[in-house]
C-alpha cells in the first residue's frame, strides 16, 4: 500500500505544484486496521485553492489510485478545513487521533473540537440510527440475506459510534453494549454463519444496545443545558 501512496503524492506535486499544501491519510489505514481487498485507504488532501478544473487535472491518478489500492482522496481548502470541525466533530475528532502526515504541513494540530457539537453530531447519528433500525425491521426481518447484509454492513459503524459515546460519558458505558456490534463485524469477515431466528436476535440485540447507548450519553437534556 505503502508504494501506491508514495506514487500518488508525487503525481499530486506533479500536477498541483504550489497548490498542494498536505496529504494526510486518514482512517483505518492510519490506524493500522486497514484490511487489504476490504477497506479504503482514506486521504486527505489540502490545497490552496480548490476548483473543478483542479480536480480535473489530476483525474487519471485519482482513478488509477482508486483503481489499484482503494486510495479514495477528499479535497479541502485550508480555510474549509478549519471551519468545518464544528460541523464534523466526530470524524474530525478522529483524524486528529488517527493520522499520517504523507506530505507537507500538519494542519490537524490546531483544530479543537468543541465537547457540546460533538455531543450535538453523536445524538443526530445515534437516533437516526435507531430510527432507521426500526423502519427497516418488517423489510428486512423474513429474509435471511437481508438481515444477514443489513448487520453486516451496520457493525462498524455503530461500535465506531460506542466508542465515542464511552469517551462522552466517561467510560459509563459497559463493554458489553458493543457486543452485538462485534458480532456483526465477525458477521462481516464470514467468521460465523447465522441461521434466521439467530439474526433476528441479533437484530433486536443490536436495537436495544443503540437504546442503551442514548440512554448513557444523557446529551444534557436533564440539566437544561440544550
Known sequence: MQQYLDEFVESLKKSLGENLIS?????????????????DVNVMVLLKEVSLSCIDSIEASVHRARKKASILPVFWGVKELQDSADVFPIEFQDITENNRVLYGADLLKGIAIDPR??????????????????????????????????????????????????????????????????????????????????????????????????????????????
Not at 483505518?28 to 481487498?37: F, M, Y
Not at 440475506?145 to 460519558?169: D, I, K, P
Not at 433486536?204 to 446529551?219: K, L, N, P, T
Request: net charge positive; hydrophobic share 35%.
Open 117 to 226: 457539537n460533538l455531543a450535538h453530531q453523536l445524538e443526530f447519528e445515534l437516533r437516526s440510527k435507531l430510527l432507521s433500525l426500526r423502519s427497516e425491521w418488517p423489510k428486512v426481518k423474513g429474509s435471511r440475506s437481508l438481515l444477514a447484509g443489513f448487520l453486516a454492513r451496520a457493525g462498524t459503524s455503530f461500535l465506531y459510534l460506542f466508542s465515542h459515546v464511552q469517551n462522552l460519558s466517561g467510560d459509563k458505558a459497559d463493554n458489553s453494549i458493543a457486543e452485538p456490534f462485534r458480532t456483526c463485524i465477525r458477521l462481516k469477515k464470514k467468521e460465523i454463519n447465522l441461521g434466521l431466528k439467530e439474526l433476528q436476535n441479533l437484530y433486536g440485540e443490536v436495537h436495544r444496545s443503540v437504546c442503551r447507548m442514548i440512554e448513557i450519553a444523557d446529551f444534557g437534556h436533564s440539566k437544561g443545558e440544550k
Open 23 to 39: 496529504v494526510v491519510l486518514y482512517g483505518s489505514a492510519a490506524k493500522g486496521e486497514h484490511i487489504p481487498k476490504r477497506s
